[in-house]
C-alpha cells in the first residue's frame, strides 16, 4: 500500500472515537468496528499488504493464539487517543486506552506495511512487545520482535512524492478489494485451469492409443480362420515348419506363416485360436475402457467451464482442492465419483451411469438426494445426518448437479429429498416422492 493513501486512511479513521470490535477473520485479516459500526479489514500478507472494506466478509474460523487473545483484551471497547502514519516509514499506529473503574491501560496497534517483513505489533505504552502476529528472533533480523523487548524503530526512508489523493476514502477501499480479488481470482482460474487441461491431455493421449473394437475383432477372426485352415491342413504339414500355403474355404492360395517356436501344426492352430480369444476379449473391454474414459474426459470439460465462468473465490477453491497430507492406510477412492466439501459438508456426485449407482447405493437414508427435474442428469449427494443442510449448500449442490449434467447453458431445476424418498428401478433410473425444487443457472 502507497504511504500517501496510509497517510490518508489514517487521516480518515482518526474521525472514529473508539474501537468496538476487532477479531481474526482470516490468517493474514484483522478486522475492525469502529464506534459508527463501519468495519475495515486489514490484510496483512506478506509482500502485498492492504487495507480495504467490504459489506461482509465471511470468518473462516475461530482464532485463539495468544496474540489474538491479546488482541482482544487489549483493543475490544478502547478508546481511540490517536491514529498516525509514522514518519519515513508505511507504519499505521493506533494508540488506544481501555480504562475500567479499576485501572487505565494504554495500548499501540502498529500494522507494518513494510513488503517481506510485513507485521502487527502489540505495544504497551513504554513500547514493550506484548504480542506479534509474526515473531522473528536476533538471529534472523538486527530488529527482534519478541514479547518482552522493547521494540526497535525501523529506520526512515525517503519515499517518492506521489500525488494521489483519495477522494472517496470507502470507494477506493472498496474498489481496491475488487481489483486485488480480481487478479487472484484470475491468478487461481489460471493454475486450476492448467491442472484440468494437463489432465485432459493425459486421457486424450491414452483415449487415442487405444485399438479400434473393429479392428480388433478382424485380427481375433482372422486368426480363427487361420487356425481353422491349419487343422484342415494338418495331413500336408510336417514338424517344425515355419510357413504353409494352401487352399483356403474359397479355393483361393493362402500363405499362412506360423509362430515361432511352434513344434508342430496343431500347437500353432492352438496358439492361433488362443490369440484371437485374447484379442475378442481386449475388443470388449476396450469399449468398456473408452467409455469410461469418455466419462473423465466429459467431466473434466464440464468442470473446466465451471472453473472459467465462476466469478467467488470462495467457489473456485472447491474446485480441485489441495488435498492435506495424511500418512495413514490410503482408503480405496471410487474413479467414478467426484467428492467436493462446503461449509462442513461431504457432496458427491456420480461421473457416469456407474458412479450415479455407486452413489444410489451408498448414501445413507437421511442424506440429500439431487436430480434435474425431468430430466437425465448427474446424482449428487449431500452427507447429511439429521437437520436440513443450509441454503448456501443445498444452493451449491444443485449447481454442481446442473454443471456437471448434459445440458446447454439456461436455467433448470433441480429436485432434491432424503435418500429415504428415491426408490431404484433399472440402473441409476429411480421413482421419487416428497421433494423440493431449486432454480440454478449454467452459464
Given amino acids: 500500500m502507497k504511504r500517501t493513501h496510509l497517510v490518508q486512511v489514517a487521516k480518515y479513521l482518526s474521525q472514529y472515537r473508539k474501537i468496538n470490535i476487532i477479531e481474526r477473520v482470516e490468517d493474514t485479516i484483522i478486522k475492525i468496528i469502529f464506534d459508527k459500526d463501519e468495519a475495515y479489514y486489514f490484510d496483512m500478507k506478506r509482500g502485498d499488504a492492504y487495507i480495504f472494506q467490504k459489506q461482509s466478509y465471511k470468518k473462516v474460523r475461530n482464532y485463539n493464539a ?48 513494510t513488503g517481506r517483513n510485513t507485521n502487527i505489533i502489540i505495544l504497551d505504552e513504554d513500547e514493550i512487545i506484548l504480542e506479534a502476529y509474526r515473531h522473528i528472533d536476533s538471529h534472523t533480523s538486527y530488529r527482534e520482535v519478541k514479547v518482552g523487548v522493547k521494540l526497535l524503530p525501523l529506520p526512515p526512508r525517503d519515499f517518492p512524492l506521489e500525488n494521489d489523493p483519495i477522494f472517496d476514502l470507502s470507494k477506493f477501499l472498496k474498489q481496491e478489494y475488487i481489483r486485488r480479488e480480481k487478479v487472484k481470482l484470475d491468478a487461481l482460474k489460471k493454475s486450476k485451469e492448467q491442472i484440468v487441461l494437463k489432465r485432459l491431455k493425459k486421457l486424450h493421449k491414452i483415449y487415442d492409443t487405444l485399438e479400434d473394437e473393429e479392428v480388433l475383432m478382424q485380427k481375433s477372426e482372422a486368426l480363427i480362420y487361420d487356425g481353422n485352415l491349419l487343422l484342415s491342413h494338418l495331413h500336408l504339414m510336417k514338424n517344425y515348419q515355419k510357413e504353409i500355403t494352401v487352399e483356403d474355404y474359397e479355393g483361393k492360395e493362402r500363405t499362412i506363416r506360423l509362430p515361432e517356436k511352434m ?44 472453473i472459467s465462468t465462476t466469478n467467488s473465490i470462495d467457489e473456485l477453491s472447491l474446485y480441485l482442492p489441495k488435498q492435506p497430507k495424511i500418512h495413514k ?19 458427491r456426485l456420480g461421473k457416469n451411469e456407474k458412479g450415479n449407482i455407486s452413489l444410489l447405493k451408498s448414501a445413507k437414508m437421511s442424506d440429500i438426494w439431487m436430480h434435474l427435474k425431468d430430466m437425465p442428469s448427474t446424482h449428487v449427494i449431500i452427507t447429511n445426518e439429521k437437520k436440513l443442510p443450509p441454503f448456501s449448500v443445498l444452493e451449491f449442490g444443485a449447481k454442481l448437479c446442473v454443471q456437471f449434467s448434459a445440458v446447454a447453458s439456461g436455467a433448470y431445476l433441480v429436485d432434491f429429498t432424503q435418500r429415504r424418498n428415491v426408490k431404484m428401478r433399472d440402473g441409476a433410473n429411480v421413482n421419487y416422492v416428497n421433494y423440493d425444487t431449486i432454480k440454478v443457472s449454467k452459464e
Fill in 66 to 113: 495468544p496474540f489474538d487473545v491479546v488482541l482482544k483484551k487489549r483493543f475490544i471497547n478502547a478508546k481511540i487517543e490517536n491514529i498516525e502514519v509514522m514518519d519515513g516509514n508505511r507504519i499505521l499506529r493506533m494508540y488506544v486506552n481501555s480504562s475500567s473503574q479499576y485501572k487505565s491501560q494504554k495500548s499501540i496497534l502498529q500494522f507494518e506495511f
Fill in 263 to 306: 513344434r508342430t501344426p496343431a500347437e500353432a492352430a492352438n496358439n492361433f485360436f488362443k490369440r484371437a480369444k485374447k484379442l475378442k476379449q481386449k475388443a470388449k473391454f476396450t469399449y468398456i475402457e473408452k467409455e469410461n474414459l469418455l466419462s473423465k474426459i466429459n467431466f473434466l470439460e464440464n468442470l473446466k467451464l465451471a
Fill in 329 to 347: 492406510k490410503r482408503v480405496k477412492v471410487d474413479a467414478n465419483i467426484e467428492t467436493f466439501f462446503i461449509e462442513g459438508y461431504k457432496i
